[in-house]
């Protein structure tokens, strides 16, 4: 098999991960003796146990001398909660290293590679690196800008409507694209939603997914006036909860929040708005590093307008609501001209039950 074959599979071993790692990336490993047989294979399981490449090296033992090892990141030079993984790969006798890219981390950033080399092992990278960045997109930003990856998902009839003219949504996609909802709700650190949501559909925000194993992600609600009581399921005990909000909201509201276990964040309001900003900065700074936006519209645009969100995950079903005091999927005031309209770049668009789910990038030069 190629490079670029034992590559892919580190790059689907590294997915076992998702969901169970944050902060650290999900890696994948492989080792390929040197008769060419596959020996070993890992993934990271989350924070404190050991990288992939260790647990690759562990189960190859003596087939790992001479051995080729395939990793989805680069090789860690650091002692952290675990031991260095270079310093494994060179007791174990490892002949060469081909990795996907190159570890962002400003700990690492090369030096992986470097003690490698230094130690006459040959390395080579990049291969399949779009993919491996991609797969750690949340990390990778993080790491490099102290800021999450916010991801914005929503859920719309074909006419590009959120809920009906009576504020009625549920269900408007079918149960395949809801359950793929739980899982980007599985793989992000903080799920966040607006006051109008929350007061309309009063959602739980948890993940609901089978054989689920990681921690429950932090519920954020976005109520600068304080008009969310603390009554809803936001503030039942199955996760955690903050509520971002500004001295608008009346102290009574506050206390109240509190009182039922949720932290509250008071930040200089913008207007009568929470800084979407300034909240999305303080979720970086907590180590959040993927971010779940669910809405609802007039949250939504706020943070597009405010250039926060990296990626957008639409999910439409094969109906028409219309109406035109019905929600579509963006509110706020929209942008205008058209020429100052927001710029996507679509990354996939597939059938998910009975309806199309699309993925896009945000263009970040606007
Ligand atoms: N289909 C879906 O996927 C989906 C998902 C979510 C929601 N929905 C639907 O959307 C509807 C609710 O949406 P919505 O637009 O009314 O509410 P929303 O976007 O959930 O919440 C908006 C409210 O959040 C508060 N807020 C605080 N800071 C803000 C900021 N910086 N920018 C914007 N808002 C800020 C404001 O409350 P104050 O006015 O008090 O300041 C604002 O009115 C419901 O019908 C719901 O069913 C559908």
Not at 49 to 54: C, F, I, K, N, R
Not at 227 to 232: D, H, K
Not at 321 to 332: K, M, N, S
Request: net charge negative.
């Amino acid at each position: 098999m190629s490079d670029e074959a034992y590559i892919g599979r580190a790059l689907a071993l590294a997915e076992r991960g998702r969901g169970l790692v944050s902060p650290n990336p999900i890696v994948g490993a492989a080792v390929v003796s040197a008769s060419g047989a596959l020996a070993g294979e890992g993934w990271h399981e989350g924070p404190g146990t050991a990288h992939a490449e260790v647990v690759a090296l562990r189960e190859a033992g003596e087939a790992a001398r001479g051995s080729t090892l395939y990793t989805s990141l680069e090789p860690c030079v650091h002692t952290g909660r675990t031991p260095p993984c270079v310093e494994a790969i060179l007791a174990a006798g490892v002949a060469r290293v081909v990795s996907a890219m190159r570890d962002p981390n400003p700990i690492v950033d090369g030096r992986g590679f470097a003690e490698l080399e230094r130690n006459g092992v040959e390395v080579r990278h990049g291969v399949l690196a779009d993919e491996a960045a991609r797969q750690n997109e949340a990390f990778v930003k993080h790491v490099r800008t102290g800021l999450p990856f916010v991801t914005w998902k929503m859920a719309a009839s074909l006419d590009g409507k959120v809920a009906a003219r009576d504020g009625s949504s549920r269900w408007i996609t079918g149960e395949s694209a809801r359950a793929d909802v739980h899982r980007l709700r599985a793989w992000s650190d903080a799920i966040v939603v607006g006051a109008g949501t929350a007061l309309i559909d009063d959602p739980s925000l948890t993940v609901r997914e089978p054989g689920y194993r990681g921690r429950p992600p932090l519920r954020v609600l976005v109520d600068g006036r304080g008009r969310v009581p603390a009554t809803g399921d936001l503030f039942d005990d199955v996760a955690p909860t903050l509520v971002a909000t500004t001295d608008l909201a009346p102290p009574e509201r506050r206390d109240e929040w509190e009182d039922s276990g949720a932290e509250v964040v008071v930040l200089a309001a913008e207007g009568d708005r929470v800084p979407i900003g300034e909240l999305v900065s303080l979720l970086g700074k907590r180590d959040l590093q993927g971010v779940l936006l669910e809405g609802g519209p007039t949250l939504a645009f706020a943070a597009i307008e405010e250039g926060v969100v990296d990626k957008v995950v639409l999910y439409f079903a094969p109906k028409l609501i219309g109406g035109v005091d019905a929600p579509t999927v963006l509110g706020g005031r929209g942008f205008a001209p058209i020429s100052s309209a927001a710029r996507l770049r679509v990354r996939s668009f597939d059938p998910i039950g009975e309806d199309l789910k699309v993925e896009a990038d945000v263009h970040r030069d606007r």
